[in-house]
């Protein structure tokens, strides 16, 4: 289990300077499944990220535990995605590309290694679960747990005025289950994550999110047995996201969509974000 107090730099990065953005895209490159979102559009794409070649870590998929294994295969997939939703010609557009709050530097410079191969003028970086905080919208005000379930992995942040207070992620996710079992082992690991970050917390944040209840984001959260085992072993109600499995793509679009609202070349919003 890797947790914020293993010194890691966390955050939103971006690069400045957005004078002449005209389009763009939001993109969440998971273990599983890749999604993207285009404004005017919402959710765009949803598909798996296998690659025809295979890597070494399995049947074609160029990311795995949240880290970019197959870079050659992960490129060829970022830039099948920028064809479509941006063409060829990708002078002023800015990309928003979500990352694991706990992501490691090599998977991070990889990323932005390949998205700025595509040609963007921006690019930013933003943690899932601040993105997902982003989905679900004002009503998040105050602490906030966020539990993002997904394919490979599972983190659980606590999130601060929009900030990320702690965090703790573990290789445990969706694939790991067997269907013929009860999901008992991404119950217990998310329990153990919150139990962790509720020893260590002396300011207060986790108990009053807890009181709040988390919001659960990823495939995961849209299986009831996981919501169900969590909110009983945790005795608090539990917040399953609105289309939990895009949630985090959707709050990546939303900064994109602010960020083209005020360089001034964004469509009147519609309230439509997937």
Known sequence: MRSLHEGRRLGLSARRGHRGVTRGLALDLGSSRTRV??????????????????????????????????????????????????????????????????????????????????????????????????????????????VDIGAGLTEVTVLVDGQVRDARQAETGLDDLDPARPPTAVVRTVLDMITEMWKQDRHGAVLGALRKGPLLTGGGAARSDITDGIAVRLGVPVRPAEDPATAVVRGAGLVLSSVLRRAGTAPAPTGETG
Do not use: F, K, M, Q
């Open 37 to 146: 979102w285009v404004p005017g559009h919402g959710v765009l794409a949803d598909t798996d990220v296998r690659d025809d070649s295979g890597t070494e870590y399995g049947p074609g998929r160029p990311v795995r535990r949240g880290r970019i294994v197959d870079p050659e295969s992960c490129g060829r997939l970022l830039g099948r995605i920028a064809d479509t939703a941006l063409g060829t010609d990708r002078t002023g557009t800015v990309i928003v590309v979500s990352h694991p709050v706990l992501a490691g530097a090599r998977h991070r410079a990889e990323a932005a290694e390949l998205i700025a191969g595509l040609g963007p003028t921006t690019v930013i970086a933003l943690d899932s679960a601040r993105a997902a905080a982003a989905c679900a919208g004002p009503r998040t005000g105050g602490p906030l747990l966020v």
